[in-house]
């Protein structure tokens, strides 16, 4: 099993960038989904992006398609999500998940109960 670690977040302003990237130790990285979620104060836990074992294929939530894009390397077992023209509500701590099943739909994928690790989360904020 793996073991997720996430870095990058920060203080960005509005209109700006940032990059967030999961560092995953242990075994056979390449063979899990990874998938970005996000926190914002007194709100629930959301998806916002998803990419495949290979990284063939991503999925989005609306909240992202067009700003923000996930990606993978698996020669070093990481994990990112570049975000840009972040929007103070993107403000949230950001958590990178694996999952350890074959890719499905964006149902399955977009599920927190799809996913076996998390890591601790990073602090993204977004000033106006």
């Known amino acids: 099993q793996v073991q997720l670690a996430e870095h990058g977040g920060g203080l960005v302003q509005g209109g700006g960038s940032l990059s967030v990237s999961c560092a995953a130790s242990g075994r056979s990285f390449s063979r899990y989904a990874m998938g970005w979620f996000r926190q914002a104060p007194g709100k629930e836990r959301e998806f916002v992006a998803a990419i495949s074992q290979n990284g063939g294929s991503t999925y989005y939530a609306d909240c992202a398609k067009g700003r923000f894009t996930i990606s993978r390397d698996n020669a070093r077992n990481s994990a990112h999500l570049q975000m840009n023209s972040l929007k103070v509500e993107d403000t949230a701590v950001y958590y990178c998940?694996?999952?350890?099943?074959?890719?499905?739909?964006?149902?399955?994928?977009?599920?927190?109960?799809?996913?076996?690790?998390w890591g601790q989360g990073t602090q993204v904020t977004v000033s106006s």
């Open positions: 998940a694996a999952r350890f099943a074959a890719w499905g739909s964006y149902e399955d994928l977009s599920s927190q109960g799809a996913y076996n690790t």
